[in-house]
């Protein structure tokens, strides 16, 4: 099986940055998906940004135009790109990930909190 080590949550400025990592290490065959959600306190999880098995990118319309997601193969790990940060954009951010090792497993990272201020 594989493990997910999220890195890159912090505290910005209202219309700053931050770049969220999130590295699958292991025994791995294959990545499906990759992708990330965030949970603000008093809301359910939501989808923000997903890359598909065929490369394909999906974003939550509260987000489009200022995050990007991106994945590197070479070392198993996928980004989030969030520029010009809003106070709303406050959430604990979970990587999550569809992979085979050699079954398929559907993992989460352990949460990474972003924080901004206005």
């Known amino acids: 099986q594989g493990h997910l080590v999220e890195s890159g949550g912090g505290l910005v400025q209202a219309g700053g940055s931050l770049r969220l990592s999130c590295a699958v290490s292991?025994?791995?065959?294959?990545?499906?998906?990759m992708g990330w959600y965030r949970q603000a306190p008093g809301k359910q999880r939501e989808l923000v940004a997903n890359?598909?098995?065929?490369?394909?990118?999906t974003y939550a319309d509260s987000v489009k135009g200022r995050f990007t997601i991106s994945r590197d193969n070479a070392r198993n790990t996928v980004y989030l790109q969030m520029n010009s940060l809003k106070p709303e954009d406050t959430a604990v951010y979970y990587c999550?990930?569809?992979?085979?090792?050699?079954?398929?497993?559907?993992?989460w990272g352990q949460g990474t909190q972003v924080t901004v201020s206005s």
């Open positions: 292991g025994s791995i065959f294959s990545i499906n998906h």
């Open positions: 890359l598909g098995s065929g490369g394909s990118t």
């Open positions: 999550n990930v569809g992979y085979y090792s050699p079954n398929y497993y559907d993992h």
